[in-house]
């Protein structure tokens, strides 16, 4: 019998720069990617996401295709400056209309739309006039961008999600100046990430307030971080780790506090987070329904005396990558015994289980979806079909993890494989490709079913007992 609860949810995700296309499209205002990859030097030999796998004008293509996989689910990103060209005031009709044939195409097939609110697209408006997630402005904004959705969307999504990945926009945006707006400065990251978790909660009070039948979370990176030794530096070092990639980012949205320790840590040294009266109370009022999960890879984490920077493979050339870290706190090693992609990436299942079983641990048995799983690659072609088997292998055994960690007793509801369809990887160009579905890019943008494909349909169809 199958591990998997019967109404398990079979997914696979996207989000809008990434697949969409049509960036200036039907009266849609630019964001922040749609400026940012234009300037040179930004993203992988110059790509961006003004065409991508042009899903805005596929959608419908790519739905049957959905629908013929067996998806139960389907996890998407709406585009803010779509809805909203200057990120608040008027409303694009044309925006709206979009992702409200969207959703009524995945429920004529029986798919569950996921929300998610915001997957990294800004209205480069809102970064002009007021400085984008530096400034509380923006809480306000977010929360009427907010109650559109739920107005327009809410009588048919019943699964939401306000944020992902807050870790990555807000330490790539703002602290390594590898995302838009480019920032390096660990205080203007600190204070732009708590922006995120107030504009979150006022999301979440919102939802309730307004009575929109669903579940309304939050998705985050989930990356165990283990010591490369059990020396005393290294331990204590990885646990700085655990704290600053996982706590920060999971205490906020699930217990609606940050971590003690370290909250007096960054306010001593940098004066930040600064708190607005009424922002405590906020967050311990509206902790999510449930918690979404992007596990990908573990870290190796290691005492640091010497490394200071955050150089990442971006080639897909194996070994390019250099070790990130900052000195005096901690620095990401290579595990000499594992498994990496070209990326440099550790493929390592077991900690699918074992971070799900940290986050059980302390939080509770709250409600869990994987949000996001995948294997990019450079897939190969034989004979015009594309025969991506190390993606089944990768897939096949984190479905394997996840079934561990629901026999140990989590509330996992969901699995979403990154990607549904090869699209834009943000620094790493359409080379990186994570799909089932192909896409031609000779060949006017067509679609073509991957060998994972056929694999995964029948993972669904057998409720994960065919693997
Ligand atoms: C997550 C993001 O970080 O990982 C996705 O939510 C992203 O948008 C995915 O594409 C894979 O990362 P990358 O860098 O390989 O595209």
Redesign the pocket.
Same mark, same amino acid.
């Given at each position: 019998m199958s591990v998997f609860p019967k109404d398990f949810l079979w997914g696979a995700a996207t989000?809008s720069y990434?697949v969409e296309g049509a960036h200036d499209a039907d009266g849609k205002g630019l964001s922040n990617w749609d400026v940012y990859s234009h300037l040179p030097g930004t993203t992988y030999m110059g790509t961006n996401g003004d065409v991508a796998a042009d899903h805005y004008h596929r959608f419908k293509e790519d739905v049957a295709l959905m629908a013929e996989l067996g998806m139960k689910s389907y996890r998407f990103s709406v585009s803010w400056p779509r809805l909203f060209p200057k990120g608040r005031g008027e409303v694009n009709e044309a925006g709206v209309k979009f992702y409200s044939d969207l959703i009524d195409e995945l429920l004529k097939y029986g798919i569950e739309p996921m929300l998610t609110m915001y997957?990294?697209d800004l209205p480069q408006a809102l970064q002009d006039e007021i400085g984008g997630w530096e400034s509380r402005e923006i809480i306000d904004a977010f929360e009427g961008y907010a109650r559109l959705l739920y107005e327009r969307y809410g009588d048919r999504v019943k699964l939401w999600a306000t944020f992902?990945?807050t870790i990555?926009f807000t330490g790539l945006g703002y602290l390594t100046g590898m995302h838009p707006p480019g920032v390096k400065d660990p205080k203007r990251a600190i204070q732009a990430c708590h922006h995120v978790f107030i504009a979150h909660a006022r999301a979440v009070e919102t939802f309730r307030k307004m009575g929109v039948q669903g579940q309304i979370g939050f998705?985050n990176?989930l990356q165990p971080n283990d010591p490369i030794t059990n020396s005393a530096e290294d331990v204590k070092a990885c646990e700085l780790a655990e704290a600053c990639f996982t706590h920060w980012f999971y205490d906020p949205v699930l217990k609606g506090e940050y971590p003690a320790e370290l909250l007096a840590m960054a306010q001593t040294a940098l004066g930040v987070p600064v708190f607005a009266p009424g922002d405590a109370e906020l967050m311990k009022n509206n902790i999510c329904d449930f918690i979404g999960v !992007?596990y990908?890879k573990r870290e190796m984490i290691a005492a640091n005396y010497d490394v200071d920077g955050f150089e990442m493979n971006?080639s897909g050339q194996k070994g390019s990558g250099k070790e990130l870290g900052w000195k005096g706190l901690f620095k990401l090693v290579r595990n000499p015994n594992g498994r990496y992609t070209d990326?440099d990436?550790e493929i390592y299942p077991e900690g699918l289980t074992d971070a799900i079983m940290r986050i059980n641990k302390r939080y509770g048995n709250v409600p869990i979806y994987i949000t996001?799983n995948?294997l990019?690659a450079k897939d190969p072609i034989v004979n015009g079909e594309v025969l991506d088997q190390p993606r089944i292998d990768y897939l096949r055994e984190h479905i394997q993890a996840t079934g561990e960690a629901i026999k140990l007793g989590a509330d996992v509801r969901g699995y979403y494989p990154?990607?549904f369809i090869d699209?834009?990887?943000?620094? !790493?160009g359409y080379q990186?490709q994570?799909g089932f579905v192909y896409i031609d890019q000779e060949n006017g943008l067509a679609r073509k079913k991957k060998l994972s494909f056929g694999w995964y349909q029948k993972v669904i169809s057998s409720n994960g007992e065919e693997l």
């Open positions: 989000a990434q997957h990294w992902n990945e990555v998705v990176v !992007n990908y971006t990326w990436w996001e995948g990019g990154w990607s699209l834009l990887s943000w620094l !790493n990186k994570y």
